[in-house]
């Protein structure tokens, strides 16, 4: 995949993803053909770039925790149960929620089944908003639960605090995409921070929910120096102690609360604080499950990233030779081992 201007297209190249525009409807799917109108409708809508197959895409074979359309649905399911939330509530309160339960023991058992048959998943960010990232923080929290070999009733209750643990976001008066400390009042942050508490609350009345999961929506901001919110707790239960790993890694490539940054940076950002700020084993797994260089990442003066191995730092990558061009080779990052494609 390559990342070209569209001042610069001619007509005849080929989308490696979809187009979005503002309000995240697609404008063109991947895998369309350019034509010359397509052209100077990017240039009215005042989009600069576009991602275009490559001889590289061709080769790619991202291994993703389930089918993007799969994915998709899920995303637009959660959307919908969190977006009507807020209208139901006045009549329904937080029984309105309650349809989350399905979807945590439907996403549940779909991962189950498919947890041994991939050791390395690309984490691929497309429309970047509050769904698509309740639903990757849910799927690594119940992979690396799955890793640890984990009971199903506890599976049940990972997700289903995953899928609500940013409920509280919709109630804040504050933007949170992107949304950096140093650049706002203290005012301002604290809004943000009010998150946890606002979504407990909007909670705990709910019988039909156990206490882990009011506590992980609560405490998924914790930290193990102490230094989280809004409790400031050290010791958390193992539930919250995985939500804080995987909800931090997805915050940082979503820039959620925070800067976004690339998923190399956050992943190795993980590395650097496990122990720290994190729980080593739940850090530990989560690291050996999410690919450092997703498929289609460009590595500089090496070659573009096709397929993951057992190594989530070392994946397949198709080389680049002299002047920049591929040469047909493929090697293992790490490993440098080289084959003919």
Known sequence: MKTQSVETLKGGEILAMDIMDDQNEILLVKGTVIKNEYIELLKRLEILHVNLQDDAALMECPHYVLEPSLIA???????QILESHIYQEIYHGSHSLKSMKFIARSLTDELQKRAEKIAVFDIDCILGNLYEHTFIVTALSLLTAIRMGLQKDMLYMIAE???????GLRYVTVPYQDFVPEDHTPAEVFELKKHTILGYSALESASWLDSTVKDMVLFHHERKDGSGYPLKQKKNSLECRIIQVCDSFCCKIFGLECRRISVEEAWRELF??????????????????AACYPVGTIIKNTGIVIEQTENPIDPLVAAFGENGSLTGKQIRLEGETCTNI
């Open 73 to 79: 649905e899920y995303v637009e399911q959660i959307q």
């Open 161 to 167: 605090g995953c899928l609500l643990h940013n409920l």
């Open 272 to 289: 650097f604080d496990q122990g720290k700020l994190y729980d080593k084993e739940v850090t530990d797994i989560l690291l050996s499950l």
